[in-house]
């Protein structure tokens, strides 16, 4: 079946530091969607990319689906405390998602 | 945005007992939700599909008799955890989709945390 893997699993930055996240699919996606979870929260919805190749930004997030619709990345440019939490990718019609990567921010 | 609400929000239960787990989109209409397990620092694992008026899909591995789907309207899809035992100790998330929504988006609930003594 489908799989998904993020990358990497955990990291740890320092305030202001850029930090990304990347998605692999074993298979070709549909859409690519991206939720924030934080500690002890639920699952946020951020963006859905649907193209080959597109880019969305939204502020200091910048989302990429990769052309041949199987990668997506995620980068946070100038981390903030604010963006502590659990980054999930998710594709498909049923929302196959990822592992996740755990986002620390230090000051 | 849209709200989804689960209810409870924790439970605790004896071994062998069942529990029912309710979600609701509160603001639209949702032919289709989502149930899925979260271990602690994992990822969410997709249970089954619930649709309306219709019988849930499972996903490979999951038992339909032990988690029981019952989508009764629009706006309500229950969870029950047949007979359950500690290793059924989990945190559980229901999902929506508006289908009236312009994208794909789902719109999660708050989750419930069920320990099983």
């Known amino acids: 079946g489908q799989q998904v893997m993020q990358i990497p699993q955990y990291q740890h930055v320092q305030e202001g530091e850029d930090f990304t996240t990347y998605c692999n699919s074993s298979?070709?996606?549909?859409?690519i969607q991206w939720y924030k979870q934080r500690p002890g929260g639920h699952p946020v919805f951020l963006i859905q990319l649907v193209k080959s190749g597109e880019v969305k930004k939204q502020k200091r997030l910048t989302f990429q689906f990769g052309e041949a619709k199987k990668n997506s990345s995620l980068h946070i440019t100038a981390t903030q405390t604010t963006d502590v939490g659990t980054y999930f990718c998710?594709?498909?019609?049923?929302?196959?998602f990822g592992t996740g990567t755990q986002l620390k921010v230090e000051l | 945005g849209a709200v989804v609400s689960q209810h409870p929000s924790r439970v605790i239960c004896k071994s062998g007992t069942s529990v029912k787990i309710e979600c609701r989109s509160l603001?639209?209409?949702?032919?289709?939700m989502f149930w899925y397990r979260q271990f602690p620092k994992k990822s969410l694992m997709l249970m089954a599909t619930s649709n309306e008026g219709s019988k849930a899909t499972y996903e490979q591995g999951v038992e339909k008799d032990k988690f029981l789907i019952n989508h009764a309207s629009l706006t309500l899809s229950t969870l029950t955890v047949t007979s359950a035992h500690p290793e059924d100790s989990s945190f559980y998330i229901c999902?929506?989709?508006?289908?009236?929504?312009?994208?794909?988006?789902?719109?999660f609930g708050p989750g419930t945390r069920l320990t099983v003594l």
């Open positions: 998710g594709g498909g019609n049923k929302l196959t």
């Open positions: 298979t070709t996606l549909s859409n």
């Open positions: 603001d639209f209409q949702a032919t289709t």
């Open positions: 999902s929506a989709r508006d289908a009236g929504a312009p994208n794909n988006e789902q719109f």
